[in-house]
């Protein structure tokens, strides 16, 4: 009698060999995924912020918050009930139960229980641990909201959410991606109902499933006509993105790039700076900057090894090129509120409308 126990075979009643007859020479190497390979995750991982933050909002009619623009993309999850989302310049959307509402670009925007309702300003209340609601309105229907944001680390939308409309709506009703837009707000709502230990990674890495969820439910559709996020939808143009984003420092050319996706030199710029709405070369050096201030706030590498890890040779054009693009050097950007992710930040659910307590009167 043989049992197979990690590849030795153990027979009852006998002693068992020390080592295997044969070994081989040396063991086989495993393809591992780089994760700088795939454009859409890198630029996500590089331009936000990795904490999602969260808070419970319960609210009872009447009842109406108006959010100032501000450079993080918010989302709002309605766990039950109803809310009025109206974004700035786009049409109002009513969210029922399980849908969920992102503004990517941190465009001014009310969420309320019915037009008629009176908005009262929001401002960004401290920082908090606990997840009891916070309780708004009056006595009427009550609506449970999980809001959130991804705080945007240098103050600016990425290339990639340019061409992302100014409103996008999860809804698990959504033939493409139903099932797992519907999945990720289940676990979500679980989640956040009755937190755990180590609740508010499981949250962000949730966050971050629904996020990407939210991207790829604009790709091919007709309001995403330009940006980088279009680009995931022509395999070449994103086999470009992903080639740049995997070699940053690579000394590509637009005769490099175009080669190895089979274009032309003069079809692959255009069709390039048709989809991204920029040339290869001005993308690259846009990454190549947002890649560096990645490390910069996050690293402790000096500025001339960051330099060299981004594709420049000498520091005086690095800094040069950074300050062009992120509006200050290099050394003052790592001293800035963005280089540091652990830093306690503001959540939107713990803003308190300005000038008035946890709980609005009622309309008379």
Same mark, same amino acid.
């Given at each position: ?24 020479? +040396? ?11 795939? *454009?859409?995750?890198?630029?996500? &991982? ?23 623009? /501000? ?12 809310? @009025? ?39 960004? &209340? ?39 409309? =100014? ?32 609740? %508010? ?19 091919? %559709? ?46 692959? *710029? ?9 040339? =290869?070369?001005?993308?690259?050096? /846009?990454? /190549? ?12 590498? +000096? ?16 800094? @040069? ?39 609005? /009167?009622?309309?008379?």
């Amino acid at each position: 009698m043989c049992d197979l126990v990690y590849g030795y075979c153990l027979r009852y009643g006998r002693s068992m060999r020390k080592t295997p007859k044969q070994l081989a020479e +040396k063991p086989t190497p495993l393809e591992l995924r780089d994760p700088r390979g795939d *454009a859409v995750a890198d630029v996500l &991982g590089a331009s936000l912020i990795r904490h999602a933050l969260y808070s419970p909002i319960e609210a009872r009619a009447p009842w109406g918050l108006r959010i100032p623009r /501000r450079n993080r993309a918010s989302f709002y999850l309605v766990a039950h009930g109803s809310a @009025r989302l109206e974004v700035e310049g786009e049409r109002a959307h009513v969210l029922s139960s399980g849908e969920a509402g992102f503004v990517p670009h941190g465009t001014a925007h009310v969420l309320r229980d019915s037009a008629d309702s009176e908005p009262l300003p929001v401002c960004d &209340g401290p920082y908090s641990l606990s997840w009891v609601p916070r309780r708004i309105g009056g006595h009427g229907a009550a609506t449970a909201i999980v809001a959130g944001f991804f705080e945007l680390s240098d103050g600016r939308g990425p290339v990639l959410l340019q061409g992302v409309p =100014p409103l996008v709506v999860l809804s698990a009703s959504d033939p493409a991606s139903g099932p797992w837009i519907s999945a990720a707000v289940q676990f979500i709502l679980a989640e956040s109902a009755s937190p755990r230990p180590a609740g %508010n990674i499981v949250l962000q890495r949730l966050a971050d499933v629904l996020f990407v969820l939210a991207l790829r439910s604009t790709v091919g %559709n007709g309001p995403c006509q330009r940006g980088a996020i279009a680009a995931v939808a022509d395999p070449r143009v994103y086999e470009t993105l992903s080639l740049m984003h995997a070699r940053v420092a690579e000394p590509w050319t637009v005769d490099m790039l175009a080669r190895r996706v089979g274009m032309s030199r003069s079809g692959f *710029a255009a069709r390039f700076t048709e989809l991204v709405g920029e040339s =290869p070369l001005q993308y690259l050096a /846009r990454w /190549r900057i947002a890649r560096a201030a990645e490390l910069l706030r996050d690293t402790t590498e +000096k500025v001339e090894t960051i330099a060299g890890r981004v594709g420049y040779e000498s520091v005086p054009a690095f800094s @040069r090129a950074f300050k062009r693009l992120q509006g200050t050097g290099p050394a003052a950007f790592r001293r800035g509120p963005f280089a540091h992710t652990d830093e306690k930040r503001s959540a939107v659910g713990d803003a308190l409308p300005q000038g008035h307590g946890r709980e609005q /009167r009622p309309r008379r």
